[in-house]
């Protein structure tokens, strides 16, 4: 998704309106930032920066090379202590966090289970009933153990993998966000991730509500769920729009329920809201597997979430209660 199928249309929006935008391939999408054009001296330099630190972060976060800080600690983390760089420790805390609260539908430590479906080289498939079983027994945060003041993991099991690729975009944008505003003075930016994680910087031009995202529906690309505004947020979706198999008769997507070992379903799609995106696209990937009840209750639980899920011909909207 780019930009433009982002966006809504704003007929209100001043005939200057105009963006510079900066995109780069990253974590198997499109990364793109775009600055209002005028609002920065050196808005390329900025977006060109972002975009480099995104290759930074993906470098120690990707589970597809092995030298990446996350595939060396899957390695190794099940023969003792790992020391982990701070901001990816504290990462891997908050999701600790989030695994809690969502009873477990988002959880990271499910490298196994991705891997038994086949869904690691995108070649989904039924895992036989043994493979299943062992791929479960190496599945869940409650295998991770997190020494605070080392800022040191290791794994209670063999076998155990952290996979973040449920949070890794919307990590990448948040300290993309945190680049642009500290180091260069950007006081208002869109960044995302395919379209399917953002996170807004400020106010859209001439709109103080912030930017106007475009929710689209995810089997029907011509329809969209309505308009959402950001300011200083973000947005995750989960779907499985894409990657899916057909099995006796069912869409079988790559969103699995570490609960049960099988992809959730029931849901077409979860929007989440939150103060970052990391947190939008974890929640997301909770509300999708949980439905509209659990999503409902997430919303309870976490200050600043508002979530957006479809089921069926049904779209239900949910605030939390600051």
Known sequence: MWLD????????????????RVSRRAMATTFEIAIPLGTHRYAVEAAEDALNLIDELEDQLTVYRDH???????????????????????????????????????????????????????????????????????TGFRHVVLDVQRRAVKFRV???E????????????????????????????????????????????????GWPIRLRHPHRPDE??????????????????????????????HVLDPRTGWPAMGTDSATVIAPTAAEADAMATAAFILGPPGAERLTRLRPGLQAIVLRGQAITRYHSVA
């Open 162 to 209: 952290l996979n973040l690729g449920a949070v890794g975009k919307g990590y990448a944008l948040d300290r993309a966000a945190e680049r642009l505003r500290d180091q260069w003075g950007v006081r208002s930016a869109l960044l995302h991730g395919g379209g399917s994680s953002v996170y807004a910087m400020g106010p859209a031009p001439g709109d103080s509500r």
């Open 224 to 253: 969209n769920l309505g308009t959402v505004y950001l300011y200083d947020a973000g947005l995750g979706t989960s779907a499985a729009t894409f990657q899916f198999f057909e099995y006796n008769g069912q869409k079988l997507g």
């Open 68 to 138: 990446s800080e996350v595939s060396r600690l899957n390695a190794t983390a099940a023969g003792g202590f790992v020391d982990v760089e701070p901001r990816l420790f504290d990462l891997l805390a908050r999701c600790a966090v989030w695994t809690k609260e969502s009873s477990g539908a988002f959880d990271i430590a499910t490298g196994a289970l991705i891997k038994a479906w086949g869904f690691f080289r995108r070649d989904g498939r039924v895992p036989p009933p043994a493979e299943l079983v062992a791929a479960m027994h190496a």
């Open 158 to 160: 063999s076998g155990v």
């Open 5 to 20: 199928d982002l966006l809504a249309d704003r007929p209100e929006a001043p005939s200057e309106f105009a963006l510079v």
